[in-house]
């Protein structure tokens, strides 16, 4: 089957400048998760969603990033103003989500890099 | 609140030794507990998980117990290989919610 999709794989902007990343997760997987992913160290939940509602967005900075997953299947994360220490990995994941998750396995796509300069 | 705590790297050891990556980990309810792994140049996937207390997960020669009484997760190997050269992250998945939570991640190095 095929995996959890991004794009762009890499992004280079200047700061308060914006930009948005694509994900498309493996089909019929009801929860998509958005990670940061800063140099060495663990990933950080930005914003969860189960089919098209958010479920956690505790952590997200609402005063600059957004994310949407419009008909409960690929989702928008956008930045807008960059700041510099938003250079980072952004990582989406997909799973089963609540309904049918019986291994609990969460799969990740390849990541989209973001260097704020 | 949730949270995952595992050992600082790098770690770095000889071909066939053996390995043991700490992690501890606080949380309500009853949560699983993974291992996953990053190659490099890859995305993260999972190496091997744990549902419930006392429960192995094992993998590619890994092993890790689900210790409730001391809240642990501590990633084994017997005999590692240059190939098992990667970050390791330890996660838990909340109960209810379904939310992940990674540790920091140890990177390890194995030399021929």
């Known amino acids: 089957e095929a995996g959890v999709a991004q794009s762009p794989r890499y992004k280079i902007i200047e700061k308060r400048q914006s930009v948005a990343f694509w994900c498309n997760p493996i089909s019929g997987h009801a929860t998509l998760y958005w990670y940061q992913q800063i140099l060495g160290q663990g990933p950080k939940l930005l914003i969860q969603f189960q089919n098209n509602g958010v479920v956690d967005d505790s952590q997200l900075p609402k005063d600059r990033f957004s994310a949407e997953r419009l008909k409960g299947v690929d989702s928008t994360l956008k930045i807008q103003p960059a700041k510099l220490e938003d250079s980072a990995v952004y990582l989406c994941?997909?799973?089963?989500?609540?309904?049918?998750?019986?291994?609990?396995?969460?799969?990740f796509g390849e990541g989209s890099r973001l260097t704020v300069l | 609140g949730n949270s995952v705590t595992q050992m600082e790297g790098p770690v770095t050891l000889s071909e066939e030794a053996f390995l043991t990556i700490n992690c501890t980990y606080t949380a309500t309810g009853y949560p699983s507990l993974f291992w996953y792994v990053q190659y490099p140049g890859e995305g993260l996937q999972l190496l091997l998980k744990a549902t419930k207390a006392d429960d192995k997960g094992s993998n590619k020669g890994f092993e890790a117990t689900y210790r409730k009484e001391t809240t642990s997760f501590h990633l084994e190997k017997g005999s590692v290989q240059v190939s098992d050269s990667a970050v390791y992250f330890c996660a838990l998945r909340t109960s209810g919610t379904y939310k992940y939570i990674f540790g920091t991640g140890t990177r390890l190095k194995v030399l021929a």
């Open positions: 994941a997909s799973s089963l989500g609540w309904a049918s998750d019986g291994t609990g396995e969460l799969f």
